[in-house]
């Protein structure tokens, strides 16, 4: 038997190359933020109750977000006397020079801060934001480092901002980087201001007749009931963001979405809203004047004893299914002695979950009491009444 051995041309079959492993996106660049799933945070604005969220604490840009910081720092300042909404800010060559979303001031020229603001809020200008940090801190590096600070302060241990208005970065430069908790943090310090929301209330602005107006693109507001703020964003790298805030029935809600289309971000902040709001229920089991208690004892007094009521109200925005594990904590004397007066502080009344405590108001008598008279303590001692 007779083996025949040959050697044919390797091109003569057809061979299925493996594919190669698609590399990473490599991490802190634009493809990596990218690339990053889908965050969201919503809580209650005064307590900070967590009603929903997903990967809240990844870190990414925030993009035009970043302005509520300058919204905050700004109306902080004109509330500390710093500076007031009259002021006039000089146009700066850099301001002029920024790029992205514009109302495109001039060098040179001026305009109040009470002009600049709502460009930054409503049109979300970063010429506008540059001016006004340039013009209330003396520099960019200054207000940034003024910021960062401000962060700090606020627990947003997670951020690190390195621009005014959120543009990607320059060369050499790095990305502002957040996450959905620590702007949900912000955005609780931000609706403390009403000014802050009278800016974001805005649906359109009209910075100069000639442009035209300028539309919000919280499109949200006047759709959605009750919302009145309070940022977007968008860069390639943090894809489209919201931080987005409503009030209903005196609940105040924040919900924070980023890294999501254009679309979504509208759609997911406005599912979680609503869902918040059933989540919530905002209760006052304590009103002005209602009876704390049985009546104490009052030694001396032409009275034997006094009712106690309460001075203010208590109330708290909890989970309905919380509702039920409130406690009122009170704290009053067994015994007064008279005299006192109808109102005299006696005592306080603490609205508690667990320990947390949502207010505190003060025990006060519902009547005054006067003190014995010297013919009654004496009919008393002599046992003639």
């Known amino acids: 038997m007779i083996t025949l051995l040959c050697t044919l041309p390797l091109a003569m079959f057809s061979l299925a190359a493996a594919p190669a492993a698609a590399a990473p996106p490599q991490a802190g660049g634009v493809e990596y933020y990218a690339s990053l799933p889908e965050s969201y945070y919503c809580i209650e604005a005064g307590s900070g109750t967590v ?145 802050i929301l009278a800016w974001t209330s805005q649906k359109e602005l009209v910075f100069r007749e000639a442009d035209g107006k300028k539309i919000s693109t919280n499109k949200l507001l006047g759709v959605v009931p009750g919302v009145d703020g309070l940022k977007t964003g968008y860069i390639r790298a943090a894809g489209f963001c919201i931080t987005l805030t409503a009030q209903r029935d005196g609940i105040r809600l924040i919900a924070v979405v980023m890294g999501d289309t254009k679309h979504e971000r509208s759609e997911r902040a406005h599912e979680l809203i609503e869902a918040g709001f059933k989540k919530m229920k905002r209760v006052r089991p304590v009103e002005p004047g209602a009876v704390i208690g049985k009546p104490i004892a009052v030694s001396n007094g032409s009275a034997v004893s006094v009712g106690l009521v309460s001075k203010g109200f208590l109330e708290a925005v909890v989970r309905e299914e919380d509702v039920k594990n409130l406690k009122l904590e009170v704290a009053a004397p067994t015994e007064l002695k008279a005299p006192f007066a109808a109102g005299a502080s006696v005592g306080k009344i603490s609205l508690k979950l667990g320990e947390t405590l949502f207010g505190q108001t003060d025990l006060v008598t519902a009547s005054g009491v006067e003190a014995k008279s010297l013919w009654r303590r004496m009919g008393e001692w002599t046992g003639l009444k």
């Open 51 to 195: 009603l929903d969220e997903s990967n809240p604490e990844i870190q990414r840009p925030p993009a035009s977000m970043i302005k509520m910081m300058l919204m905050l720092m700004v109306d902080e300042g004109a509330q500390a006397g710093k500076w007031n909404y009259d002021k006039d800010i000089v146009i700066s060559k850099n301001a002029e020079g920024m790029g992205g979303t514009q109302v495109y001031v001039k060098m040179g020229d001026t305009h109040k801060l009470s002009q600049l603001m709502p460009a930054v809020a409503v049109a979300s200008a970063n010429d506008a934001a540059m001016a006004v940090a340039e013009g209330l801190w003396g520099s960019k590096d200054a207000y940034i480092e003024a910021m960062n600070k401000r962060a700090q302060e606020l627990g947003m241990t997670q951020s690190k901002f390195n621009s005014v208005h959120g543009l990607p970065p320059a060369k050499g430069q790095e990305f502002d980087l957040t996450t959905a908790k620590d702007m949900a943090r912000l955005g609780q310090e931000c609706v403390k201001h009403p000014q």
